[in-house]
């Protein structure tokens, strides 16, 4: 057998010699060199993958991109606006991004941030600068809730300083669209904030300098793509408030550069976090009532819709009716689910957020992004159901202001997974953590979701016991690339590298069909 890895690369990484792997693996003379034919073949899934995402950002780079050339007037006038001031995290994430702008080629860069570490900050000043250079910007979010509330705050920072900006959704009038697709094709617009519509083809830009995506995860590679295409090689920011674990995040995002938000701002308290049962959780209601007497709010999250008989689970629509006659008669309890339409939807976060309802019924529909700054107790009945990434990503949307917060965990589980999960919630706040022990409990493909199309199938590499293998194979396709980007020095890695991208595409084909 041919081994395409350089002789000298597999001395430096201490991997047997392929021809050896492959033998081993099927009559291993012990554990031992078991588990070093696993390593080597294990090591080759991952160095492939690495190998091939470097290989995409490098022909990324090689595209001409738009420089920035702004004095940074506008973002001082902005930083002077500001009612606060960056974290220290947000100016080193900044620094990254502009200078990253600033460069002839363009930018691929994804922000994480935990939950109310100031994302959107970084985004406008990226924005600003972008602007300024006499670029247009297009912010692109997955709901028309979020993209409403986007477009309400960045609007409110930014139109003082004269700039121009709009909202483009689904539910946008046609003569609305219209008018703002004349004012972006002409130039006039700067900004343009919206969901998938963004991407239709009558959206034209007159100079597509900056795409921004919130919750990137929630979109498609070949949405993303069609957005940036709307321009020359924009420069294109990716964000999402899940934290990723650094191994989930060089698989699936290793041709980007990764920014970490991992600072809050000063002035936050911790979440109050506690497990209840079925039978303590009249004190949970007992919180609720002190919490909404002093003026405050309330959510309480719910895993269905409505009732199943094969899930004993409590659904949205009959708890909101038990909830409002008969546990809190004298307050507006309101409802919020995934099916109900944007307009209904924005009306329910309008009603709450405006204190018309001080008590709000959902389903996970408010995972994501709703800011409510008086919402101090969440509620999560059945919590046993979510893994630990959403339930702290639920336990986000309390804890937004200043005034000490509450997330409760309603469950009667008596799994000792659930136990573990609920110990690490009480005890910890810090997102990262929470994604990695996550990942750990229970591996990647349920912290992702079975929707998540993108994470590659492996044979033999495990992401959770394999991460120090996984750094190494990266280490390696890093060398590989320094030496020669092209893979002309080594023709039989660079055929293996086309077959095994051949095999993936097909398998996403097969898993499509």
Sequence with gaps: MIDPLPKKLRSRFELLDLERAIADIHFPPNSDRLERARRRLAFDEFFYLQLGL???????????????????????????????????????????????????????????????????????VAMLAAIESGYQVALMAPTEVL?????????????????????????TSTRERRRILQELESGKLSLLVGTHALIQTPVRFKHLGLVVIDEQHRFGVSQRLRLSQKGISPHFLTMTATPI??????????????????????GRQPIETKRLTSLTRHKAYRLIAREVEQGHLAYIILPLVEASEKLELKAALEERQYLSETVFPNYKV?????????????????????????????????????????????????????????????????????????????????????????KVMETSQDGFFLAEMDLRLRGPGQVLGTQQVGLPEFSLADLVKDQALLERAREAAQLVMRKDPTLERWPELLQELSRRQQFNKLDALAALN
């Design 245 to 266: 674990p650094r191994t989930l995040a060089l698989t699936l995002h290793g041709d980007l550069e990764i920014s970490l938000l991992d600072e809050l701002p000063p």
């Design 334 to 422: 309101g409802l919020l689910h995934g099916r109900m339409s944007s307009a209904e939807k924005e009306k329910a976060i309008a009603l709450f957020a405006n204190h018309q309802t001080r008590i709000l019924v959902s389903t996970t529909a408010i995972e994501v992004g709703i800011d409510v700054p008086d919402a101090t107790v969440m509620l999560i009945e059945h919590a046993e159901r979510f893994g630990l990434s959403q339930l702290h990503q639920l336990r986000g949307r309390v804890g937004r202001g200043s005034r000490k917060s509450y997330c409760l965990l309603v469950s009667d589980s008596k799994s000792d997974a659930a136990k573990i999960r609920f």
């Design 147 to 171: 993209a409403q509330q986007h477009f309400c705050k960045i609007s409110a920072w930014i139109e003082p300083l004269g700039i121009s900006t709009a909202l483009l959704t689904g539910s």
């Design 54 to 124: 470097l290989q995409r950002r490098y022909s990324m780079q090689q595209q001409p991109g738009y420089p920035l050339t702004a004095s940074r007037k506008l973002l001082e006038q902005f930083y002077q606006r500001l009612p606060f001031t960056l974290t220290q995290a947000q100016r080193r994430v900044l620094g990254e991004i502009l200078s990253d702008m600033e460069q002839p080629t363009p930018m691929n860069r994804l922000v994480q941030g935990d939950v109310g570490a100031g994302k959107t900050v970084v985004a406008v």
